[in-house]
């Protein structure tokens, strides 16, 4: 797909293309619903399966729904306020991790493997670290518009599902000062542990947002702002993946804590902006639960997580798979000749 117009100013684009995102197809959901009636089993007897169902026919447009090319994208990017100490590793491990992936050695490997989906990893300029946040805008407003776009043309080889990641060392600190600036509360709510700081890494995390905020006060009205002074450019591109999705009726499963941070973003300019999104799983990061709460997002799974890489999307891309198999391939009690509630 191409990406937006140009205009003067960039962000004016994205809130276009906000503003024209497309409905959920009710016809498709209500066909969906219908069917589920008839199968050989009692109503409601498939909980949550039932309703995803539902959910990917209304956002697919079509019933039954199906999901042929899932598809896992990892974002990967690197953060300049990784200079104020808030992670246990090093930046060069962003790029380790990359080539780990590339190699077939990740979790995220295995579980696509696994569940058979498709993989894709994006390298958004690991040798060029955002500003410190602490310092200096991350991004200014054209090269956040450029990533956004570059997130949108992921999706051009096609998909029917889309699983979202993140790779980037740092960047759960660039999410706690992203909601920090969206929700309030102060830096301290929003910190957590990350790839496993420790008692003094994360007093430094906590510093590190708490800087931000004081910086950017004057400027976190508005939510794009938000996203290009605290934000990385896998969270940009991600937001660009997720709006992209919206426009070519793509479903779309959200990850933990940095994925959100950037769907967050999208949430704040338009609270229907995720209506086509599931979350995947609860993070451990401690404040992911509340996040969800606020996004009105109920997880699929939640199985102590918190490795990013998409793990936990790609856990529940199975699970969503499961549900279009199930809806489309059962039996209804007149195929089966099987006798219904009173007969």
Request: hydrophobic residues 50%.
């Amino acid at each position: 797909m191409s990406a937006m117009p140009a205009s003067g100013l960039p962000f004016d684009d994205i809130r276009n293309l906000i503003a024209n995102m497309p409905g959920p197809d009710m016809a498709a959901a209500n066909t969906v619903r219908a069917r589920d009636k008839e199968l050989t089993k009692p109503a409601g007897s498939l909980g949550r399966l039932e309703e995803i169902a539902e959910w990917l026919a209304a956002w697919q447009g079509k019933a039954p729904p199906r999901v042929d090319r899932p598809l896992v994208c990892v974002f990967a990017g690197n953060h300049g306020v990784v200079a104020q100490g808030v992670s246990a590793y090093p930046q060069s491990v962003t790029r380790q991790m990359l080539e780990n992936f590339a190699a077939g050695g990740a979790a995220i490997n295995q579980i696509c493997a696994a569940y058979d989906l498709g993989f894709k990893v994006f390298d958004l300029a690991l040798d060029l670290p955002t500003g410190d946040f602490t310092q200096e805008d991350a991004l200014d407003e054209r090269a956040c518009v450029a990533t956004m776009a570059f997130g949108m043309e992921a999706l051009a080889g096609g998909a029917d599902l889309l699983a979202l990641g993140e790779m980037g060392i740092g960047n759960t600190t660039s999410a706690a000062a992203i909601f920090a600036a969206l929700y309030g509360g102060g830096a301290a709510q929003w910190c957590g542990r990350g790839t496993g700081v420790d008692d003094d890494g994360l007093k430094r995390k906590i510093a590190a947002v708490e800087a931000g905020l004081k910086l950017h006060a004057n400027h976190l009205s508005d939510p794009l702002e938000v996203l290009r002074r605290f934000g990385g450019r896998e969270m940009a591109a991600i937001c660009g993946a997720i709006l992209a999705a919206r426009l070519q009726r793509i479903p779309v499963i959200l990850d933990g804590y940095v994925v959100t941070a950037a769907a967050a973003i999208l949430h704040a300019l338009d609270p229907s902006a995720l209506d086509h999104c599931l979350a995947g799983h609860l993070s451990a990061e401690g404040a992911h639960a509340q996040v969800l709460v606020k996004l009105g997002k109920q997880p699929l799974l939640a199985l102590d997580m918190r490795l990013g890489e998409g793990t936990g999307a790609a856990l529940a891309a199975g699970l969503v798979k499961a549900a279009a198999g199930i809806h489309s391939g059962m039996a209804t009690f007149a195929q089966a000749q099987v006798s219904q509630k009173g007969e």
